[in-house]
């Protein structure tokens, strides 16, 4: 899709559909809306009048050879209150936009941003949205796609606004997009499909087009180096681990200069291992490499986007599955930093995964680290499917992250740490085991993370719940979601 801003009137636009938002307190004084009205023979008007357009948050409706315009289309969307109007929210409008244009045919969209906030950021967001929600994984149906893609997104200004600089914002939210996109392909393709082979190869091909460079070791290299945590997790596997390592060496101005990792589970798919999950709904574990991706596309984006801080990107992929070589319940094994694990379940495989990528960030000089994983069913319980679970010893950084929320859209709500949570973890016969009780599960497999991430300031971000969605939504379909992706790029950029 060709994303650009055009400096015309919204009456001139020559499109299939033009999305023009309108705000569910709109005064019908409002001088924009009375312009609308009156090109458009008082149609919104009375449609907002007899109550059949109530302008609620995502509701449209979809006029016709709109009276006084070139469009083709007049779609009067729903924006909610003016009062919460953002950033985030300007993101899903234009992503509704682009969806209700695929529904209805419309190839030629134009999208008329509101005025109110910075004109840049809007353009910026609008293209990511848009991205968003053309989006449609259908990559695997070999006829019956449903609908088809928007290919032109103008974006409009009533007034404000400079050229270069519009274009300049639609540029970086088209990074974004597409990188949150590709997140959202790789944790939607199925694991017989999407390998920790083949997201190697994936990282390869499209980080080093994006300017990352790229390493990926080997089983023999991680056995050398003794990355027991995470071999343990493989072992059951025919499908070879992987250790994806993504780095952008940015400008190191001193020897000061933070050097940030960021760490993304990359189970390609989880089945347990030999503490079985149950079959139902065991398919979603193919998604559970979904930080993994976030981190993969992320380290793209900020390649793109030109970032001069030096972050490198590591993705511990592999998939757990049980069989005569699976590491078994009881069994114990030591990790990259020396400290013996007691494995009581196998099916806590992302803490052990991530244990020895934690280990090695930090022996690559890392002094900053993010995870994103989607680590326990426990966080769905605690915070549903509205906020992932944001853990960690690095106050500034959650702080950042909670405020940022409402420029990304993605939302997190920190859980506590207390370190009466660590004697859960307490082994008879190791350092530590890989599981507590049922109770703060959360928690405590944040807990311990931390073990291995020691002294070095540390964010970890759970987005079990958060990766998948289960209905499509006015701005989305369903399926992957690439959370994590806006998150990051937002935290460094
Ligand atoms: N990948 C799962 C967590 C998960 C659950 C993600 C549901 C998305 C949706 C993780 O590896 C896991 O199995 N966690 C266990 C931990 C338990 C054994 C302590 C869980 O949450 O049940
Ligand atoms: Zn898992
Ligand atoms: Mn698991």
Same mark, same amino acid.
């Given at each position: 899709?060709?994303?650009?801003?055009?400096?015309?009137?919204?009456?001139?636009?020559?499109?299939?559909?033009?999305?023009?938002?309108?705000?569910?307190?709109?005064?019908?004084?409002?001088?924009?809306?009375?312009?609308?009205?009156?090109?458009?023979?008082?149609?919104?008007?009375?449609?907002?009048?007899?109550?059949?357009?109530?302008?609620?948050?995502?509701?449209?409706?979809?006029?016709?050879?709109?009276?006084?315009?070139?469009?083709?289309?007049?779609?009067?969307?729903?924006?909610?209150?003016?009062?919460?109007?953002?950033?985030?929210?300007?993101?899903?409008?234009?992503?509704?936009?682009?969806?209700?244009?695929?529904?209805?045919?419309?190839?030629?969209?134009?999208?008329?941003?509101?005025?109110?906030?910075?004109?840049?950021?809007?353009?910026?967001?609008?293209?990511?949205?848009?991205?968003?929600?053309?989006?449609?994984?259908?990559?695997?149906?070999?006829?019956?796609?449903?609908?088809?893609?928007?290919?032109?997104?103008?974006?409009?200004?009533?007034?404000?606004?400079?050229?270069?600089?519009?274009?300049?914002?639609?540029?970086?939210?088209?990074?974004?997009?597409?990188?949150?996109?590709?997140?959202?392909?790789?944790?939607?393709?199925?694991?017989?499909?999407?390998?920790?082979?083949?997201?190697?190869?994936? !990282? &390869?091909?499209? +980080?080093?087009?994006?300017?990352? $460079?790229?390493? %990926? /070791? =080997?089983?023999?290299?991680?056995? *050398?180096?003794?990355?027991?945590?995470?071999? !343990? &997790?493989?072992? +059951?596997?025919?499908?070879?681990? $992987?250790?994806? %390592? /993504? =780095?952008?060496?940015?400008?190191? *101005?001193?020897?000061?200069?933070?050097?940030? !990792?960021?760490?993304?589970?990359?189970?390609?798919?989880?089945?347990?291992?030999?503490?079985?999950?149950?079959?139902?709904?065991?398919?979603?574990?193919?998604?559970?490499? !979904?930080?993994?991706?976030?981190?993969?596309?992320?380290?793209?984006?900020?390649?793109?986007?030109?970032?001069?801080?030096?972050?490198?990107?590591?993705?511990?992929?592999?998939?757990?599955?049980?069989?005569?070589?699976?590491?078994?319940?009881?069994?114990?094994?030591?990790?990259?930093?020396?400290?013996?694990?007691?494995?009581?379940?196998?099916?806590?495989?992302?803490?052990?995964?991530?244990?020895?990528?934690?280990?090695?960030?930090?022996?690559?000089?890392?002094?900053?680290?993010?995870?994103?994983?989607?680590?326990?069913?426990?966080?769905?319980?605690?915070?549903?499917?509205?906020?992932?679970?944001?853990?960690?010893?690095?106050?500034?950084?959650?702080?950042?992250?909670?405020?940022?929320?409402?420029?990304?859209?993605?939302?997190?709500?920190?859980?506590?740490?207390?370190?009466?949570?660590?004697?859960?973890?307490?082994?008879?016969?190791?350092?530590?085991?890989?599981?507590?009780?049922?109770?703060?599960?959360?928690?405590?497999?944040?807990?311990?993370?931390?073990?291995?991430?020691?002294?070095?300031?540390?964010?970890?971000?759970?987005?079990?719940?958060?990766?998948?969605?289960?209905?499509?939504?006015?701005?989305?379909?369903?399926?992957?979601?690439?959370?994590?992706?806006?998150?990051?790029?937002?935290?460094?950029?």
């Amino acid at each position: 899709m060709r994303i650009e801003y055009r400096s015309l009137h919204y009456f001139d636009a020559d499109c299939d559909l033009l999305a023009y938002v309108i705000f569910e307190d709109a005064k019908p004084k409002d001088a924009s809306l009375q312009r609308l009205n009156r090109k458009a023979g008082n149609l919104p008007a009375s449609l907002l009048a007899t109550g059949e357009f109530k302008a609620e948050l995502h509701k449209t409706f979809l006029l016709h050879r709109p009276a006084g315009m070139k469009a083709r289309n007049l779609l009067l969307l729903g924006g909610g209150p003016r009062q919460e109007f953002g950033l985030a929210r300007l993101r899903e409008l234009a992503g509704n936009a682009a969806r209700n244009a695929r529904r209805a045919g419309c190839r030629r969209v134009a999208f008329l941003l509101p005025q109110g906030l910075p004109p840049a950021d809007c353009a910026r967001v609008a293209a990511e949205g848009a991205l968003y929600g053309n989006y449609e994984p259908d990559a695997y149906k070999t006829n019956d796609k449903k609908t088809r893609e928007v290919e032109e997104y103008v974006l409009l200004l009533e007034k404000g606004g400079k050229a270069e600089e519009l274009a300049a914002a639609i540029g970086k939210g088209c990074i974004v997009g597409s990188a949150t996109n590709l997140a959202r392909n790789l944790a939607n393709d199925p694991a017989n499909i999407l390998t920790p082979t083949r997201l190697a190869e994936i !990282a &390869v091909v499209e +980080g080093r087009q994006a300017g990352l $460079k790229v390493e %990926v /070791l =080997e089983r023999e290299e991680m056995e *050398k180096l003794g990355m027991n945590t995470l071999l !343990a &997790v493989s072992r +059951g596997s025919d499908e070879p681990p $992987k250790l994806i %390592v /993504l =780095e952008i060496p940015g400008e190191k *101005k001193s020897q000061k200069t933070p050097l940030v !990792a960021l760490l993304g589970k990359g189970v390609t798919f989880d089945s347990g291992g030999i503490s079985l999950k149950p079959g139902e709904k065991m398919e979603e574990m193919k998604a559970d490499m !979904a930080g993994g991706a976030a981190v993969l596309g992320a380290m793209i984006a900020l390649a793109r986007l030109g970032t001069k801080k030096p972050v490198i990107g590591l993705i511990p992929a592999v998939e757990n599955l049980p069989s005569g070589k699976a590491t078994k319940p009881g069994d114990v094994v030591k990790s990259l930093l020396g400290k013996t694990v007691e494995i009581i379940n196998t099916d806590a495989e992302g803490r052990l995964i991530l244990a020895d990528a934690i280990a090695y960030a930090r022996r690559r000089g890392a002094t900053q680290l993010v995870d994103v994983a989607t680590l326990t069913g426990a966080v769905i319980i605690a915070l549903g499917k509205v906020n992932a679970g944001m853990m960690g010893t690095d106050q500034k950084t959650l702080d950042r992250l909670r405020t940022n929320c409402s420029i990304t859209g993605e939302k997190m709500w920190q859980l506590p740490l207390d370190k009466e949570y660590r004697k859960e973890l307490e082994s008879e016969v190791a350092d530590i085991k890989n599981v507590g009780p049922r109770w703060g599960g959360a928690i405590t497999a944040a807990k311990f993370l931390e073990e291995f991430a020691e002294d070095t300031p540390w964010v970890h971000l759970d987005i079990a719940g958060m990766d998948l969605d289960h209905d499509e939504r006015p701005y989305a379909a369903k399926g992957a979601t690439g959370f994590g992706v806006r998150t990051l790029v937002q935290l460094l950029v």
